[in-house]
């Protein structure tokens, strides 16, 4: 929500005091030497300086885009424990290329020479051959699939099959990304520990592995995994399949969903969430294949179809439209995006048709001007056909402009798509999307981090 909130320390989000101090100086620094450093690389500086100042003894440290270039590369492999790449998809194409090999190579550059790398194995295969390559040449050490393959013979294999099990056993309610992601927090937690005790027992005061996959013990007394998992599980994660209460804003009693999905792949995974959490049906979302070469298929036939009709609804004009109104496959939806993102790819997988949606462009981001939201137009421009029932009579807000529908109208359109524009109104947007789906219609916000920020922020101050 702010900048100083992406530097946590023992669980406990740093000092803004702290921060701030560090930060000037960070800033003065970087003048006084004619540095001219980004943004980013200033805060990965202030971040790490914080780290000095607070004497921490492990940091976990998560890159901001890619990995070879990124500012948080600038560790020594003789500072890094363990390296870990989870899943690799669609994203930031203007930065790290526009193509799976090459948004790979650039994840894969954060591989160090004899530092043990744990990799998300449901990866598509061109993502895991780009990670074993770049893994060789830079002499890495072990590169651990997770999950385990079946014919996995690696010397971790046994570790990493005991830690899969447990994950399947203790946290069977938990989504399959989430199964993932915690097996392999927890194989790196285990295996950063075991360095950690290596390496202060080292007189020389770090560990250098041979070339090439040396064998590891992957243990430390205490550490009882199941116990991690039980734990793991509770954890909630803002702005990732969070359920939250918007009530001291709209009134509104039932909890909404706030996810942060922004890209085709995170949006696949949401769609499969809301079909089975909240449709009720069992067949989920086709998210983008990653290796398709057509990404704007359903953009380019959106654009061929009637645009749909969208005027400004106030919430005195809509309100009570969703009221009484039992629809288990129809969901409310704010959305908003980052300027630049394949718009057809972010929503087709969760969005359905006769759905309603509120648009709206999240707030300038601190520190970060060169981020920028969708236009509101842009993004009713891509939405409407996926909402819409046929191209003949596509979803709209009003058939006659003053946000109310006459009651024939009501008959002939029910489930008809509906979108209506709240501009920059992020407030507004929850009051329109709470009168359209009632007290008890399903209600996701989504498309963005930044937008997630801003709902949070929003609730934050209202408490």
């Known amino acids: 929500m702010e900048r ?19 930060e000037s100086g960070i800033s003065d620094r970087d003048k006084q030497h004619s540095i001219h450093a980004s943004e980013f690389e200033k805060l990965t500086a202030t971040a790490f300086e914080c780290f000095l100042e607070e004497k921490i003894d492990v940091a976990v440290v998560e ?30 194409q203007s930065w790290l290329g526009n193509t799976l090999e090459e948004i790979a190579g650039h994840k894969a550059g954060i591989c160090k020479f004899g530092v043990p790398c744990l990799v998300d194995s449901t990866n598509e295969m061109v993502v895991l051959d780009v990670l074993e390559d770049v893994a060789k040449r830079k002499g890495a ?8 393959s079946s014919s996995s013979s690696s010397s971790s294999s046994e570790e990493v099959r005991d830690v899969w099990n447990a994950v399947n056993q203790e946290g069977e309610d938990m989504e399959e990304h989430q199964k993932v992601n915690l097996a392999l927090a927890i194989l790196a937690s285990k295996l950063a520990l075991e360095r950690l005790k290596i390496k202060r027992k080292s007189s020389e005061g770090g560990i250098v592995q041979k070339r090439g996959r040396e064998k590891q013990k992957w243990e430390d007394e205490g550490f009882d995994v199941k116990e991690a998992v039980k734990t793991a599980k509770n954890v909630k994660f803002p702005g990732r399949l969070q359920w939250l209460s918007i009530e001291n804003i709209t009134g509104r009693k039932k909890e909404v969903l706030l996810d942060g999905a922004h890209n085709g792949q995170s949006a ?26 057509s990404q704007n298929t359903s953009a380019e036939r959106g654009r061929e179809e009637e645009q749909m009709i969208t005027k400004e609804a106030s919430t005195k004009e809509i309100k009570g439209k969703g009221k009484g109104k039992e629809n288990k496959k129809k969901v409310t939806f704010i959305l ?19 759905d309603w949606v509120v648009v709206v462009e999240f707030s300038s981001v601190e520190g970060m001007p060169w981020i920028k939201p969708s236009s509101t137009k842009d993004l009713i421009d891509v939405i ?4 819409s029932r046929s191209s003949s009579s596509p979803g709209r807000s009003s058939s006659r402009g003053d946000g109310v529908k006459r009651e024939e109208e009501e008959e002939e359109e029910e489930g008809e798509g509906l979108i209506i524009d709240a501009k920059k109104d ?4 929850l009051n329109l999307a709470t009168n359209l789906a009632g007290d008890e219609g399903p209600m996701v916000i989504a498309g963005s981090l930044y937008l997630v920020g801003d709902i949070l922020r929003i609730l934050r101050d209202e408490e």
């Open 4 to 22: 100083h909130d992406c530097i946590s320390i023992s669980e406990s989000i740093i000092s803004p005091t702290l921060f701030h101090s560090i």
């Open 63 to 92: 890159t901001g885009m890619g990995g070879s270039l990124d500012a948080t590369n600038v560790l020594r492999h003789d500072e890094v424990l363990v390296t870990l790449v989870t899943k690799v998809g669609w994203d930031h």
């Open 141 to 148: 050490g072990e590169v651990v699939g997770v999950p385990p």
């Open 268 to 293: 696949g995974v949401l769609g499969g969430y809301i079909d089975r959490k909240i449709r009720g049906v069992v067949s989920s979302p086709s998210s983008p294949s990653s290796s398709s070469g």
């Open 336 to 354: 908003a995006a980052t300027h630049g993102k394949n718009l057809s790819e972010l929503f087709t997988p969760i969005l359905r048709k006769g």
């Open 384 to 387: 409407q056909p996926i909402i």
């Open 426 to 429: 992020i407030r507004e947007a």
